[in-house]
């Protein structure tokens, strides 16, 4: 089973990004997914969960209204498009999957983890 994010980058204040995780060995069509992120010298915080049919979704409140999370259950694949980033937002992106159908902002409730792609965002 492998988690496979992608997307990440350098990009300026105020920016876009998209990230992707592709699933592989696995189809987690019926399982709750989230991003999360480790920025330099900090621990690795929740950004974004959605529900196995996308019907249900969570963020932190530092990205409200800014990312966007997504999911195709055809593709096994996870989004998180990115917008107005700041140089805060900058960090490792970890995409996630629990074996479950519901979201969850909890990384304990999560199984299985992407390696991470690492998000830059300059001022």
């Known amino acids: 089973v492998q988690l496979q994010a992608s997307g990440g980058g350098l990009v300026q204040a105020g920016g876009s990004l998209r990230l992707s995780c592709a699933a592989s060995?696995?189809?987690?069509?019926?399982?709750?997914m989230g991003w999360f992120r480790q920025a330099p010298g900090k621990e690795r915080e929740f950004v974004a969960a959605i529900s196995w049919s996308g019907g249900s979704t969570y963020y932190a409140d530092s990205v409200k209204g800014r990312f966007t999370i997504t999911r195709d259950n055809t593709k096994n694949t996870l989004s998180l498009r990115m917008n107005s980033l700041k140089p805060e937002d900058t960090a490792v992106y970890y995409c996630a999957a629990r074996s479950g159908p519901y979201a969850s902002t909890e990384q304990s409730e999560y199984d299985y983890w992407g390696q991470g792609t690492l998000v830059t965002v300059s001022s």
């Open positions: 060995g696995r189809t987690f069509s019926r399982d709750g």
